[in-house]
């Protein structure tokens, strides 16, 4: 496969606050690309490294940037770690990672680096993750291209009951587990990440773990998500710090495929503050995910108002989200076998129930993979009863009904924010 790295910058939409030089910078990673398809044998030859290196030197030599080139190889000249290469990059420098397993946690906040790899499939960046304050990706902004983040799990894990009386900094390690990708940092405050054509994969918590502020748009375009932990795919919040937690916050998730195998919830989106606004578009997301016919499993205090997994079961002219009713003696091992072997053919949603037994009549808790965590505990205005988060008429195309906008379960009064971007 042609791997074009201009055409993928060139699908990141110049972003609210950025500058006239970042989005004429993504127009000459555009070209770049041009030049590699042009001067390619064929459509489907892969650029190589060397390509990827020139011409990144010639943009950087001629508008003042820095490239540095990350090898796994003996290379004069080169990086043998990213986290090296990101302290010495400044704003708008370029890092480069050729193929090869980087066993790092790397932490870019603060600084507005371009991180891309040559191939997602071969340019890999992991770390065990089983402890909270080590992620694989600790950022603020940036772009993020090309690459496989892989937060896994090594050995037994013993972790307290959690207790927030004791919880601190110094000893949130006993209770927590990492994100892959932790986004939390008022660096965020008037700019944008990108993540584009990477995979990322949790053993242990969510793939990606968000703390919003306001002025802020997070771009995930043509990516893989895969959850396999003890939580989903997505978990965020807003701001706890009324400062930052503001009116114009933005998500955009964009050609995904989601894989929610771990926690009973493949997105969990909480409000601290009712005033603030976050912006949710959903275009083309494929999800894989479960639900168990098991109450106990699903929190009362989630105030979700979409239909009940168990209705659409049932109902399936509700609304198009695909559900398969799956009956197994272990429910449990059923679901693990789904993560061993994800059905791709049919995306949807697993209902799995124990074999010889009927589906419970009681509704105490809703049954569904999406929480909405209100800290006024009472349902909002928002997308499917959350206090916070909005979702857009651009958002189309997804497999869980719930996430477009026709949805007559998701449409809800949306006003467009002033300085909203990202169509």
């Keep these: 496969m042609f791997l074009l790295t201009g055409v993928f910058f060139y699908r990141i939409n110049p972003m609210k606050n950025n500058s006239v030089k970042k989005s004429i910078f993504h127009l000459i990673l555009c070209f770049i690309g041009v030049i590699f398809l042009v001067s390619a044998r064929s459509s489907y030859v892969k650029a190589s490294d060397t390509d990827y290196i020139n011409a990144f030197s010639a943009y950087a030599l001629q508008n003042g940037k820095s490239l540095y080139v990350v090898s796994k190889n003996d290379v004069p000249g080169y990086y043998h770690r990213v986290s090296d290469a990101v302290s010495a990059a400044a704003n708008g420098d370029i890092i480069l990672i050729l193929p090869g397993e980087y066993e790092e946690s790397l932490d870019t906040r603060g600084k507005d680096l ?245 589906e419970s009549t009681g509704r105490s808790n809703t049954i569904f993979p999406i929480f909405m965590e209100n800290f006024i505990p009472v349902p909002g205005s928002g997308w499917a009863g959350s206090a916070s988060y909005y979702l857009t008429p651009d958002s189309y195309g997804n497999t869980l009904d719930i996430m477009n906008y026709h949805c007559i379960c998701a449409t809800m009064p949306f006003v467009q924010s002033d300085n909203m971007s990202g169509n």
């Excluded at 601190?168 to 940092?185: K, L, P, S």
């Excluded at 105030?303 to 002219?317: E, Q, T, V």
Aim: negative net charge.
């Design 114 to 358: 371009v991180i891309t790899g040559t191939d997602r499939n071969t340019c890999i960046i992991k770390y065990e993750t089983n402890s909270y304050t080590a992620p694989v990706l600790n950022a603020s902004s940036g772009m993020f291209c090309n690459l496989t983040l892989y937060g896994y799990h090594n050995g037994p894990l013993d972790q307290k009951e959690k207790d927030y009386t004791y919880l601190t900094d110094d000893n949130i390690d006993d209770y927590y587990r990492a994100y892959t990708v932790h986004i939390d940092d008022d660096a965020e405050f008037m700019s944008s990440i990108s993540f584009n054509n990477c995979s990322i994969i949790s053993e242990n918590s969510n793939c990606f773990g968000l703390g919003l502020r306001d002025h802020f748009t997070l771009l995930v375009d043509n990516c893989s998500l895969r959850s396999t932990g003890e939580n989903g795919c997505i978990y965020v919040h807003d701001s706890l710090n009324p400062a930052y937690s503001g009116s114009d916050m933005n998500m955009i998730f964009r050609n995904n495929i989601w894989e929610g195998f771990g926690g009973p919830y493949i997105m969990w989106l909480t409000s601290f503050f009712p005033t603030a606004r976050i912006n949710l578009t959903f275009q083309n997301v494929v999800t894989y995910c479960y639900t168990m016919d098991n109450e106990m499993l699903y929190s009362p205090l989630n105030f979700y108002s979409g239909p009940d997994a168990r209705d659409l079961a049932g109902n399936p002219g509700i609304c198009s989200t695909p559900v398969y009713i799956c009956n197994s003696e272990h429910p449990r091992g059923y679901i693990s076998g789904l993560r061993n072997n994800v059905p791709y053919d049919n995306p949807g949603i697993y209902h799995v129930i124990s074999s010889g037994e009927t």
